[in-house]
């Protein structure tokens, strides 16, 4: 009867393979299926004042376009024939002057860039963007 109460046991063994086989898979799925976007920001740079009230242009040139897409230069409906004007006299006296275009959430995405083109066209590359 001693050689039946003293039956060994088998050590107790961990397969690693098929766990390994599930997570390579898992690990692929994962990597096929997520969605890589692309962040992109905008580099925006604030212009240096080193002397405040001194320059004989405004420290800004600020235009607003509404829902309808009317373009308002300081508080003025222009057309954008007149705004390509003003903007060339301001550019003559320098480049670096900052432009913040404010516009409507509900802007045609034309007129804006309408705007950014005239003010790149006289070379003003300041540009800030500022939306409702």
């Given at each position: 009867?001693?050689?039946?109460?003293?039956?060994?046991?088998?050590?107790?063994?961990?397969?690693?393979?098929?766990?390994?086989?599930?997570?390579?898979?898992?690990?692929?799925?994962?990597?096929?299926?997520?969605?890589?976007?692309?962040?992109?920001?905008?580099?925006?740079?604030?212009?240096?004042?080193?002397?405040?009230?001194?320059?004989?242009?405004?420290?800004k040139?600020?235009?607003?376009?509404?829902?309808?897409?009317?373009?308002?230069?300081?508080?003025?409906?222009?057309?954008?024939?007149?705004?390509?004007?003003?903007?060339?006299?301001?550019?003559?006296?320098?480049?670096?002057?900052?432009?913040?275009i404010?516009?409507?959430?509900?802007?045609?995405?034309?007129?804006?860039?309408?705007v950014?083109d005239?003010?790149?066209?006289?070379?003003?590359?300041?540009?800030r963007?500022?939306?409702?």
């Open positions: 009867m001693s050689s039946l109460l003293t039956r060994r046991r088998s050590k107790a063994a961990i397969n690693i393979i098929p766990l390994m086989d599930v997570l390579t898979i898992l690990i692929f799925f994962f990597l096929v299926s997520m969605q890589f976007k692309e962040m992109t920001t905008l580099n925006l740079t604030l212009p240096d004042i080193e002397s405040a009230g001194k320059n004989e242009f405004p420290d040139i600020q235009i607003t376009i509404d829902e309808r897409g009317a373009v308002y230069l300081e508080n003025q409906e222009v057309q954008i024939e007149e705004l390509q004007a003003v903007i060339s006299r301001l550019s003559d006296l320098s480049n670096e002057i900052p432009v913040l404010r516009a409507h959430n509900l802007t045609p995405l034309e007129q804006v860039t309408n950014m005239a003010c790149r066209l006289n070379g003003l590359s300041k540009i963007l500022q939306s409702r």
